[in-house]
């Protein structure tokens, strides 16, 4: 078993940054990939980023390229994702994700644990 913990969520104008935490406790060994997902009301869960387990290759949504980075300390279990240049329509739960693989996917149904998501909402 994984557990998840997500922290740093918050409410910000737009154009502010939030840096998310996740930070990882259990059956870490084994190398996982991890990602943030972001589900807003009335709306499907969606991929916002991913790392693999050795830091490379990164991936993110074409929504969030070049605003948000995803990064980890696995010295720390801990998986960040820095998020600036924030809009309104980045309101969501952000969920952080653990998938059992070294190399990380975009594919929400890849990752097997997930933490109980943390609110960010941007206003205008």
């Known amino acids: 078993q994984v557990q998840l913990v997500e922290s740093g969520g918050g409410s910000v104008q737009a154009g502010g940054s939030l840096r998310l935490s996740c930070a990882t406790s259990g059956r870490t060994f084994g190398g996982y990939a991890m990602g943030w997902f972001r589900q807003a009301p009335g709306k499907e869960r969606e991929f916002v980023a991913a790392?693999?387990?050795?830091?490379?290759?990164?991936y993110y949504a074409d929504s969030v390229k070049g605003r948000f980075t995803i990064s980890r300390e696995r010295a720390k279990n801990t998986v960040y994702l820095q998020m600036n240049s924030l809009k309104p329509e980045d309101t969501a739960v952000y969920y952080c994700?653990?998938?059992?693989?070294?190399?990380?996917?975009?594919?929400?149904?890849?990752?097997?644990?997930w933490g109980q998501g943390t609110q960010v909402t941007v206003s205008s």
């Open positions: 790392i693999s387990w050795s830091g490379g290759p990164t």
């Open positions: 994700a653990a998938g059992a693989r070294l190399i990380a996917t975009t594919h929400l149904y890849d990752y097997d644990y």
